[in-house]
């Protein structure tokens, strides 16, 4: 930073001075005879201190051009301070150095128009848009046709949250390996475990109260290097699926804005409230009191097997908000009808499923097989996203076959879907879809879309939007920007494994993260994963299967597939315990809560830290979290264990059993809990 600039002064003051102390201390011991030469020397004297004196305040000046309030500006990057004067962030230019003689300061902004390989217009301005919020608007202009722009932001020093859902998710953000810079698109995180996933928004979070929101016109690429631990952001259009508009240059630019605040919560609540769409309604409330029943796990899916697993849910006293129809209820993948060898009657299968008290959705994706009915006429009509150039769909690899892939930003495309979709809703009284995939990344390599993509994610909020009519128990797995459609998220499959990777443990980190990210409508997955694509062919372990369920019941909305009484009478009785407990004391917070997100963008479940801004042992629980501010929930997550390691903030806390704990923070080591229990606490002043 600005010492840079002031150890230069240091080396021009110590040059400039001592030739002439040289003669300085000869002039002691000569008498009068050389007065001329004396004074011309002290003149010289003078002249040269007046020089490094001008040297000096016009460095200072300069050292004072490139510092605002709490920020620090050199040609490598820069600093910003908080009120106390701690450095809570730091940056790296890592594409180019700016040339600080072409750096001018006016007011708020500081303004540079060079870089050591040519013109830019590079500029940070700061802005106080409330008393508690300072925020830096940063931009870098390439002037010249040029690769890219990249800024590496140091995340060593703190605790980092947000982004997107990864694989191995961990909360904190754990910086592992290294990765140049990759498009910031929504992946299917199950197939690619290197993919950034399904939902994500370009912000981040740090325990160092500040924020960082990648404007959206950037062609964003993240990487990271956990040897300099650093997050690299980088804006390129060259070997990226983004699109510089036609008529405008081919300039790159890297734009965003750090906002800094009192503490992380309240600068969270400031960007969420300010950047974040919101959902306008709360979707329906029997989703969140009752558990959804999914066909998705189970080894057979026909009429006579989709009949019994109704009335196998009604014969256990089990409540159901919906039934699920998954995957394998038509022919062929695209087609809109029921597959009659399966389902030799739907109608009356629906008939029965309405006498008998059920409500019915359906699963249905963005694709349409080569060999679907539905194909030709999407080639004849333009539907599909085509290869460039040309009027063929570009075809897809997904998990079910080859096909084209819906056009979403094609008017024709999405009144063709959607009114398929009326129709199975209107044919069969479905109450709504499970809209599965959606992410960018099953575009194909090359494509062109009836409306031009320039970001290619808008692909993925195109298709969020055809759930919209059917928002009140529809249900998605992927999203950018699209938290104001208001229905329920689904976390990506989990596998029915214990630990990190789609495993139970990172049911808490991912549903936190995309909670930090807008979405609080959220389901996890089906309690104890999906065993049936994992070819172990039996059922989950037992003993994960209910530390799963135990740890849905506390979340805002549950899924069954694989029934409990696969089991035994105790899994029964442990399940009917736990989404009885669900109902009469999670789903009346949670809704509440629900409420609230339309206003507030908060989230439902929450990180320790929310309550406790000002305690590190909080930033790094990760398999602890709040619903609302006031219930703090610890499920088990480890097998064979029946006791765990609880850590209570500062505050009155009333454990389930009824004790109290009130000289916190505490650490409770390995508290109890019985194979049929969850610790969980309730504030209690
Ligand atoms: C953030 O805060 C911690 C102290 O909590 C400090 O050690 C760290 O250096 C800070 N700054 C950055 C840039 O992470
Ligand atoms: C951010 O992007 C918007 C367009 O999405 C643009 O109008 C705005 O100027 C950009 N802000 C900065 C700081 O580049
Ligand atoms: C770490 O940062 C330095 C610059 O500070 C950079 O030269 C180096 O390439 C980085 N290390 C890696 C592994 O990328
Ligand atoms: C389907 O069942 C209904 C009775 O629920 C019946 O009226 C109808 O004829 C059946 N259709 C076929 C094709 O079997
Ligand atoms: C969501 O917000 C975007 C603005 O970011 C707006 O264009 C869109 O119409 C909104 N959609 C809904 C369903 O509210
Ligand atoms: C089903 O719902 C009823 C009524 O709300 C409730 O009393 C009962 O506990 C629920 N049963 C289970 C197993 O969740």
Redesign the pocket.
């Known amino acids: 930073m600005y010492q840079i600039v002031s150890a230069t002064v240091g080396d021009i003051g110590h040059s400039a001075m001592s030739p002439y102390s040289t003669p300085k201390r000869k002039r002691v011991g000569r008498p009068s005879r050389k007065l001329i030469a004396s004074t011309a020397v002290g003149f010289i004297l003078v002249l040269a201190a007046i020089v490094a004196w001008c040297y000096y305040s016009a460095s200072l000046h300069k050292a004072d051009l490139l510092t605002t309030e709490h920020l620090d500006l050199n040609k490598h990057g820069y600093v910003i301070r908080n009120q106390a004067g701690v450095v809570i962030l730091r940056m790296q230019f890592r594409s180019g150095t700016l040339d600080l003689d072409s750096c001018s300061k006016e007011g708020k902004i500081i303004n540079c128009d060079k870089s050591n390989s040519g013109n830019i217009n590079f500029f940070i301005q700061t802005v106080k848009p409330k008393d508690t919020v300072t925020c830096y608007r940063v931009r870098w202009d390439e002037m010249e046709e040029r690769r890219l722009v990249e800024h590496a932001m140091s995340c060593g020093g703190s605790h980092w949250y947000g982004g997107a859902e990864t694989w191995s998710q961990h909360w904190p953000i754990a910086v592992k390996g290294q990765r140049s810079p990759e498009p910031f698109i929504a992946g299917d995180i199950y197939s690619n475990h290197q993919a950034f996933g399904g939902i994500l928004e370009r912000y981040w979070l740090s325990s160092n109260a500040t924020a960082i929101k990648i404007n959206d016109s950037v062609p964003f690429h993240l990487g990271w290097d956990e040897a300099n631990k650093t997050l690299l952001f980088q804006s390129r259009y060259d070997k990226s699926p983004y699109r510089s508009d036609p008529g405008q240059s081919h300039y790159v630019t890297l734009s965003y804005r750090v906002c800094v605040g009192l503490d992380i919560t309240s600068i969270h609540k400031y960007m969420v409230r300010r950047y974040f769409n919101k959902p306008n309604k709360v979707p329906s409330e029997a989703v969140f009191r009752?558990p959804i029943w999914s066909t998705r796990a189970l080894a057979e899916v026909n009429q006579e097997a989709f009949l019994k697993y109704a009335s196998d849910i009604q014969k256990h006293?089990?409540?159901c908000s919906h039934l699920e129809l998954y995957d394998g209820y038509t022919s062929d993948y695209g087609d809109f009808e029921f597959d009659t060898m399966k389902f030799p009657n739907a109608s009356a299968m629906f008939q029965k499923l309405c006498a008998d008290g059920f409500q019915v959705t359906l699963w249905t994706h963005p694709f349409v097989n080569y060999n679907s009915v539905n194909f030709g006429f999407g080639v004849e009509r333009g539907l599909f996203v085509r290869a460039p150039g040309g009027q063929l769909p570009a075809l897809v690899h997904w998990w079910n076959g080859i096909a084209g892939i819906l056009d979403f930003t094609n008017t024709e495309t999405r009144d063709w879907y959607a009114s398929n979709l009326q129709a199975l809703k209107n044919k069969y009284g479905v109450a709504s879809f499970k809209f599965d995939a959606g992410e960018t990344s099953y575009l194909p390599l090359d494509f062109s879309t009836f409306i031009p993509l320039h970001d290619p994610s808008t692909f993925t909020r195109r298709y969020t939007e055809m759930a919209i009519p059917f928002s009140d128990r529809a249900e998605l797995r992927s999203g950018y920007q699209s938290q104001n459609i208001s229905c329920f998220f689904r976390i990506m499959d989990r596998g029915s494994v214990w630990g990190y990777d789609l495993g139970i443990k990172s049911i808490i980190p991912t549903v936190l993260t995309i909670s930090i990210l807008g979405y609080q409508f959220i389901l996890p997955d089906i309690v104890g994963g999906n065993s049936h694509t994992d070819r172990t062919g039996g059922l989950p372990d037992r003993e994960l299967y209910i530390r799963w369920l135990e740890l849905s019941a506390f979340m805002p909305a549950m899924t069954f597939s694989l029934p409990p009484w696969l089991y035994d009478d105790e899994v029964v009785n442990i399940a009917?315990k736990f989404?009885?407990l669900h109902?009469s004391l999670v789903a009346p917070r949670v809704l509440e809560l629900a409420g609230e997100v339309l206003y507030t963008g908060d989230p439902i479940i929450r990180p320790l830290w929310w309550i406790a801004t000002d305690d590190e042992v909080a930033y790094n629980i990760d398999s602890q979290f709040l619903i609302g501010d006031d219930l703090l929930v610890a499920p088990v997550l480890e097998p064979g264990k029946q006791e765990r390691d609880i850590y209570l903030p500062a505050g009155r806390w009333r454990s389930y059993k009824g004790e109290y704990f009130d000289k916190g923070p505490i650490h409770l080591t390995d508290y109890p809990v019985d194979l049929d229990e969850v610790a969980y606490f309730v504030w209690s002043g």
């Open positions: 009752y006293d089990f409540n009917r989404t009885a109902e």
